[in-house]
């Protein structure tokens, strides 16, 4: 019999167009699976079981009349809790932040979800106003890796990660600002795409400005695609939205990669230790790359590590986003977020306005590079998934997140779209992700790229028990 739980969402749409099966058979399964999974794994603030029930049920109704409601009519979703959903208090992993509502408002790309008849499972884990690599908070505990729940799922979409992989759900929104999309994706063994920026509006505006992107997280990148031409269209609520796609990405993925110009970047030029098991992996997925028809160049983009620009960036943004609580709730704020915060309040205007000419340096570099070469390829991290609750790998001497994702936070610099994808696993079972970078608003390549290899049966990762 098919396990309704590990369908792509592309394939729930086709069978309930055949009437292989139902949403509210699917619904119930994902509902189940999420329940069954919790206590291990930790991955959601609330399930909105009812709820998502009723939603499924009237999908059905649509569905037997032959009347889908959208693209997505019936397929469970899961939302990040740092995106507002209508009807559920929206906490951001804080107990600073007030249940009390009203919660009565979609975020823009949760309302695209809802009027394309996506069923909501519910708010899944995130570290304390998504601001760091992995996800743990004093509100709800520690986020555990589906593959061994002693390590860490990643973050800041670390329950968004590890639903996706134990079917709790084929697709699931995530944000993020310096690899919250891409570190959990990698570590759980998934896909995850983070937009070009403004791809996908994004309202109330993110405390770290401009470095925050929402994407999705989704079993394949065709799952992802239609995914995308759903969530990425413009909303007035966000000024920075960009305007709509001519065409579809789902449309064009049977591209390929032929003829693509591809950049292989090892350790971005000896910049990154990477752990010679991913290493191996990615290497491997670019040779497949190669195979498929794209001319691969090992090539080393022109840039050393940006990381006290987006310190100084992220660290503002995290100060800007506890500003209004009073000093009693401070007290309640993770204290890895208070060191930060605390950081963050002390940096000058003109100190972040150098870190901005950092940043503008960086997009130019990239700029140029691009025209030379459609995608770039790294590692997604150089590490796989270490123990969970803690920051950083223990005995590592890194102080900060950002120690251990050097791959990833330098295209939020950027506001380039990247993503990645599983392509094997380490010693230990644990995933290893491929990182794609495309120059901005060609989110169509990353996709391309990604569906090829998936087609062409690369990615690798164990299913979770």
């Known amino acids: ?50 709820e998502a029930l009723d939603r499924a049920r009237r999908s059905e109704e649509r569905w037997r009349r032959g009347e889908p409601g959208g693209r997505l009519d019936g397929v469970p979703v899961t939302v990040k809790d740092i995106l507002l959903m209508r009807g559920h208090p929206t906490l951001r992993g804080s107990r600073a932040v007030s249940p009390d509502g009203p919660w009565d408002e979609d975020a823009p790309s949760v309302a695209r979800l809802r009027e394309h008849g996506a069923v909501f499972l519910g708010k899944t884990t995130t570290p ?121 990405y789902t449309d064009a993925l049977a591209e390929g990669v032929r003829g693509l110009r591809v950049a292989y970047s090892p350790s971005l030029g000896g910049q990154v230790a990477v752990r010679p098991a991913v290493a191996s992996a990615v290497r491997r997925g670019v040779e497949r790359l190669a195979e498929l028809g794209a001319y691969v160049t090992e090539t080393d983009p022109d840039f050393t590590d940006p990381v006290d620009a987006f310190h100084t960036l992220w660290f503002s943004g995290a100060a800007r986003a506890a500003q209004r609580l009073r000093a009693g709730q401070r007290e309640l704020l993770d204290p890895g977020l208070r060191d930060v915060v605390g950081t963050g309040a002390r940096y000058s205007a003109l100190e972040y ?60 610099l950027t506001q380039q779209p990247a993503a990645t994808v599983p392509v094997g696993t380490d010693g230990d079972g644990l995933p290893i992700g491929l990182h794609l970078v495309a120059a901005r608003h060609r989110d169509d390549l990353v996709l391309r790229a990604a569906h090829a290899l998936y087609e062409a049966g690369v990615p690798v990762s164990p299913t979770p028990a």
């Open 1 to 50: 019999m098919t396990d309704l739980t590990e369908l792509t969402a592309v394939r729930l749409v086709d069978g309930y167009r055949k009437g292989d099966f139902s949403p509210v058979e699917v619904t119930r399964a994902a509902l189940e699976r999420a329940e069954r999974i919790q206590p291990e794994l930790n991955a959601f603030v609330r399930l909105t079981g009812e």
């Open 128 to 248: 304390e106003y998504g601001w760091k690599g992995v996800t743990d908070s004093p509100l709800s505990g520690v986020t555990r890796n589906p593959h061994d729940p002693s390590r860490t799922a990643g973050g800041s979409s670390g329950g968004a990660g590890a639903a996706v992989a134990r079917g709790a759900g084929p697709l699931a929104l995530g944000t993020d600002g310096g690899g919250s999309v891409r570190i959990p994706a990698s570590f759980c063994g998934i896909f995850g795409l983070k937009p070009t920026y403004g791809r996908v509006p994004l309202y109330p505006a993110s405390a770290f400005g401009t470095l925050a992107h929402v994407g999705p997280m989704t079993r394949d990148a065709a799952d992802a695609a239609l995914m995308l031409d759903v969530i990425g269209t413009p909303d007035a609520r966000d000024w920075s939205a960009l305007g709509p796609v001519p065409g579809s």
């Open 353 to 412: 306005l150098a870190a901005v000419d950092v940043r503008m340096e960086l997009g130019r570099r990239m700029g140029r590079f691009h025209e030379a070469y459609d995608l770039l390829v790294t590692p997604t991290l150089p590490i796989t998934a270490f123990e969970a609750g803690a920051e950083v790998p223990k005995g590592s001497g890194l102080r900060r997140w950002t120690g251990w994702t050097p791959f990833t936070y330098p295209f939020n």
